[in-house]
């Protein structure tokens, strides 16, 4: 059974940085790219970074492209975001998802198994 775990929510003023990490078990986790959705009250989930699965292919929303930054460790089986600078807007619960492909992707339909999120609350 594949399972997602993630971690290093928080809360935080504007301006600073958290890592957020998701321990993934139950399949291969180097054939498999990843990627990382945020949802804020009321709004829908949306696409925040994806990963491929060795890590040199990576992708961003245009909110957060600058700011945000996306890693794996294979020998881990972990993948981050890093995120810097931080704004009240990024408030949300933060989503980390294994793609049914190699390749990262910006849709959603390509991801079969999501973590339960990690809340990342930005202070003004």
């Known amino acids: 059974q594949v399972q997602l775990v993630e971690s290093g929510g928080g809360l935080v003023q504007a301006g600073g940085s958290l890592r957020l990490s998701c321990l993934a078990s139950g399949r291969t986790f180097s054939s498999h790219g990843m990627g990382w959705y945020r949802q804020a009250p009321g709004n829908d989930r949306e696409f925040v970074a994806a990963?491929?699965?060795?890590?040199?292919?990576?992708a961003y929303a245009d909110s957060v492209k600058g700011r945000f930054t996306i890693s794996r460790d294979n020998a881990k089986n972990t993948v981050y975001l890093q995120m810097n600078s931080l704004k009240p807007e990024d408030t949300a619960v933060y989503y980390c998802?294994?793609?049914?492909?190699?390749?990262?992707?910006?849709?959603?339909?390509?991801?079969?198994?999501w973590g339960q999120g990690t809340q990342v609350t930005v202070s003004s």
């Open positions: 998802a294994t793609s049914r492909y190699d390749s990262g992707s910006y849709r959603t339909r390509d991801y079969d198994y």
């Open positions: 990963i491929n699965w060795s890590g040199d292919s990576t």
